[in-house]
């Protein structure tokens, strides 16, 4: 199976194990990863303001380039398949948005949000399914395993469709595919403070602090994110709690490629 | 030639600000026909009517237009006035000029071409109407009540006090509904139970109604005035004219693992139950998926121990036929299912509990015999957090778009009397608004805060969670723009209302309309409440919309009077506009009959002669014009074009058709 991959920027800087993990991690289950050629940055933060196109087009670009090959778009950083997610919203339902976007970039054939958007999670469980990636696993983890969602993959639930915004399970199921135990523990799908940590620690502390204090007393080991900002909060502001790790690492370290 | 008279209606700003109607009324007299035409600001009121019959008069005109607003508004009213004037009613037609035309259109020269088109339109159809005459129904003095809670107790003891008979079909084995269940009412704190239970008992004593508990209404035929029910008698297997309602089968049945559905499942109940203590009928019922006996044949210990000789294990469901005159739906509701809001921690925590189970929880009769414990460890909590529009105007998808308007009242009413009885309690409550609209009410939870110290935070719950055993309630407090954590011993959620989902099977037998949230649609928001769209049949409660117990009664009552007001007319006028067939075109295939809803369809055999001085007998279709309903069915259905509707014939509508498409 070959599949349009949009990595991001963070996952070539900051975060490439997140990047490299997946990738050895879907070879071994025979998926083809192909970069999306020429990518730019997603913006990182989807804009909210309604007449504001330019920041969505390097996505609506992404889209378009997948449309025509493939018609599917593979995500990985949580922050990027937020943005992507819902700039293509914009293009199918939003005339507005459309229309601007489609003058402004002029393609061969405008773009009315054609391709699918498909978080590697996503891709886990529908493409490949856990029970294939069970049976391909030569290290089960055999440990207790905390899945933190954070809000960007949940969140606006509507047009993420990502999974129950208060009560998810794929990333249980994911846990459960490649041996491990998953650890439900109640602030799993809240915030890690996000990008105030730049200005100020004290809430991203306070927020890591109950994520992590409440995934231990509940019996995590560690816990796993697919976000590179939850991930820097969870270690950096967490420090001394519970490792945090990307799940990916674990994906890779149960198929025996890490 | 037809002598049309054409009255253009202003209705005030609604149509000439958009329809030129003197334009309208100038260019409509030249149409082939019209001998009068004229434009008025209101023509429904008593001038506009008076101006309608000196003209039928003056002018002595046999048809008449009226471009108004819908027929469904003023038809009656216009028809009235020209009947009046000594015009056959059915001569007269409306051009909906209003919704179907101004209200929908900005630019005034498209609007004024378009309301010329629908009154040319009408006369087309003039032209070709003829006199109807009405006939006449009998009326069936006796009415039906489906559900027997308050609504439905309150409807039937106002019907039957104006002397007519009344039957309360009730699918449960008490009447009492969901007020049987309540502790005390707002904004008075008087005991529900005290309050409904002599209304019940009344029902159960008036000669002029008859309670048939644990029953279903299984078929409705008929129409206003000549309703046909079949009802089914579910199987109690306990003989209700034997059963003294001495408990002795309760104490002695020995499955007792049943969930009691009166207490909100918080309790157990033996298979053979009464459901209260002060149930009408009461007398017991068996639980045919809990009983030992009708399970696996072994046991019979109620029936052992019945002294009068009740129990009976072979008893099978009954079926009953009764005709009525009018029926009235009180079918109440229930709280919305809320496991699809995980945020609350509803089926993870044991100490999360409905408002409806807090009810049972502080009533006497209840499983704690009043005392306030939480369930899972029977402790006095100390703090209790209440969250408001759990699934009340939610338009997430999770829960309902409406507000369940009771719950700011009960709450306020829960917050307060735990604080009378345990001072010593914490009493929190989130809310998104608190309305509280109504005599005495705002009031009453102005006591709440002002007089019993409850904490009502202004904000939105995100998060129920465990930590510790406390129940910890996260969620902001919107008026000091923070988020608050309050460690609970108990969290109750108002959980928003739904009509009880048996009303869309009653809807359907009945040929009643519900709308998307699944309530029963009344036939005008403000001026017909009560009324159903569909004749004969009446709302009251909760199956028409969130309401409490005062409106609810006041709805009830209100049917009551719609009930006996038709129950009291020996004859009913019948509709004349119904399907009638052309003998000579029929060929008998029964087409018609099988698209009939109403079963208005019989066929004849019937001798024709043939010529020659022969005959022969054929089968035709014959309708039924007391039962027919005129919807048209058969008309579009007959092969043969021998169906025809009067005062819709095919002729008239493809007249209506062409006066449309003539440019």
Redesign the interface.
């Known amino acids: 199976m070959k599949i349009c991959y949009y990595p991001g920027c963070t996952l070539k800087t900051k975060a490439k194990e997140l990047d490299a993990y997946a990738r050895k991690a879907a070879e071994a289950l025979g998926v083809e990863m192909e970069e999306v050629k020429d990518w730019q940055c997603c913006g990182a933060v989807y804009p909210m303001a309604k007449n504001e196109i330019a920041t969505k087009l390097s996505a609506v670009r992404a889209l378009d380039y997948a449309k025509h090959n493939g018609g599917k778009l593979l995500t990985l950083c949580s922050a990027c398949h937020n943005v992507i997610k819902r700039v293509n919203d914009d293009m199918k339902n939003d005339e507005n948005i459309r229309t601007k976007a489609n003058n402004y970039l002029a393609l061969e054939e405008s773009y009315n949000g054609e391709t699918q958007v498909i978080h590697y999670l996503e891709m886990l469980k529908n493409e490949v399914s856990f029970d294939e990636i069970a049976k391909k696993v030569v290290k089960p983890l055999n440990r207790k395993v905390g899945a933190y969602y954070g809000c960007l993959l949940l969140r606006p639930s509507g047009v993420l469709a990502f999974d129950n915004p208060e009560n998810p399970s794929i990333i249980e199921d994911f846990i459960r595919a490649i041996g491990g135990t998953p650890v439900i523990y109640p602030f799993r799908n809240e915030c890690c403070g996000a990008y105030v940590s730049l200005k100020n620690q004290t809430l991203p502390k306070e927020r890591s602090a109950k994520i992590l204090n409440s995934a231990k007393e509940k019996g995590a080991e560690e816990v796993i994110t697919a976000c590179p900002l939850c991930l820097y909060n969870l270690q950096v502001n967490g420090a001394g709690i519970l490792p945090a790790r990307y799940f990916t690492e674990l994906l890779a370290e149960a198929l025996g490629v890490k | 030639m037809q002598r049309i008279g054409v009255f253009i209606c202003w209705c005030g700003s609604n149509i000439a600000a958009t329809v030129d109607v003197k334009r309208v009324a100038e260019a409509i007299k030249a149409e082939p026909g019209v001998v009068y035409s004229a434009d008025y600001q209101y023509m429904c009121s008593e001038n506009g009517q008076q101006l309608l019959k000196n003209a039928i008069k003056e002018h002595n005109l046999t048809g008449v237009v009226i471009g108004s607003c819908s027929p469904r508004m003023h038809e009656a009213t216009f028809r009235r006035a020209a009947a009046e004037a000594g015009l056959n009613p059915y001569m007269l037609e409306v051009a909906n000029i209003r919704e179907q035309c101004s209200w929908i259109h900005k630019d005034m020269d498209e609007a004024t071409e378009k309301a010329l088109i629908l009154i040319r339109t009408a006369i087309a159809k003039v032209r070709l109407n003829t006199p109807l005459q009405e006939g006449e129904s009998p009326v069936t003095k006796r009415a039906l009540v489906i559900g027997g809670g308050i609504a439905g107790i309150q409807a039937a003891l106002d019907i039957a006090e104006a002397g007519f008979e009344v039957d309360i079909v009730e699918k449960n084995a008490t009447i009492g509904g969901r007020m049987a269940q309540l502790d005390k009412t707002f904004p008075t704190l008087d005991c529900s139970a005290c309050i409904l239970t002599p209304k019940m008992v009344d029902c159960a004593q008036s000669d002029k109604i008859d309670i048939l508990s644990y029953s279903e209404v299984e078929e409705v035929k008929g129409f206003v005035g000549n309703f046909k029910v079949k009802i089914r008698k579910k199987a109690r297997y306990v003989d209700e004219k034997k059963c003294t309602g001495c408990k002795v089968c309760m104490e002695k049945c020995p499955s007792k693992k049943g969930l009691n559905e009166f207490n909100m499942n918080l309790n157990n109940r033996t298979a053979i139950y009464i459901p209260f203590a002060q149930a009408i009928p009461n007398v017991a019922v068996i639980d045919p998926e809990q009983c030992i006996k009708l399970k696996t044949g072994k046991c019979g210990i109620c029936q052992k121990f019945c002294g009068a000789g009740a129990i009976n294990y072979e008893m099978k469901d009954e079926f009953v036929d009764r005709e009525y005159g009018a029926i009235v739906v009180a079918t109440g509701f229930r709280p919305i299912n809320i496991d699809a809001?995980?945020?609350y921690g509803y089926s993870d925590n044991a100490d999360v509990i409905t408002s409806l189970e807090l009810e049972r929880l502080m009533n006497a009769a209840g499983p704690t015999n009043g005392v306030l414990l939480r369930p899972s460890d029977k402790t006095h909590p100390k703090v209790i957090t209440f969250i408001q529009c759990v699934g009340s105007r939610d338009v997430?998808?999770c829960g309902k778009p409406y507000c369940s308007k009771v719950c700011c009242m009960y709450t306020a009413k829960h917050a307060m009397l735990i604080r009378e009885k345990y001072p010593d309690t914490e009493v929190h409550v989130f809310y998104i608004d608190v309305r509280t609209p109504g005599k005495n009410y705002d009031e009453f939870y102005r006591r709440a805060v002002e007089q019993y110290g409850v904490d009502y935070i202004k904000g939105m719950v995100g998060?129920v969670?465990?930590?510790n055993g406390k129940l910890?309630v996260q969620g902001s407090n919107l008026i000091d723009n923070e988020q608050v954590i309050i460690p609970s011993d108990l969290v109750v959620l108002a959980t928003a209302i739904e009509p009880e989902p048996s009303v869309r099977k009653i809807a359907t037998l009945l040929t009643a309309s519900i709308d998307t949230n699944n309530f029963m649609n009344e036939s005008h928001p403000k001026l017909r409440p009560v009324e159903s769209p569909t004749a004969g049949v009446y709302l009251a409660g909760m199956c028409q919309g969130p309401k409490d117990i005062p409106e609810t009664v006041s709805q009830a009552s209100a049917c009551a009077a719609k009930v006996i007001g038709l129950l009291v007319k020996d004859k009913l006028k019948t509709n004349p506009c119904v399907a009638h067939c052309n003998e000579m075109m029929c060929n008998g295939c029964s087409q018609c009959a099988n698209v009939c809803a109403y079963g208005a369809i019989t066929y004849v055999d019937k001798e024709f002669r043939i010529g020659g001085g022969k005959t022969e007998v054929r089968r035709v279709a014959s309708v039924n014009p007391a039962v027919c309903q005129g919807c048209g069915a058969c008309t579009v259905t007959c092969p043969s074009g021998a169906m025809d509707l009067s005062g819709f014939s095919s002729k008239q509508i493809m007249s209506e058709v062409e006066a449309i498409c003539k440019r």
Do not use: H, Q, V
């Open positions: 809001f995980n945020e997430s998808g998060k969670y465990n930590e910890m």
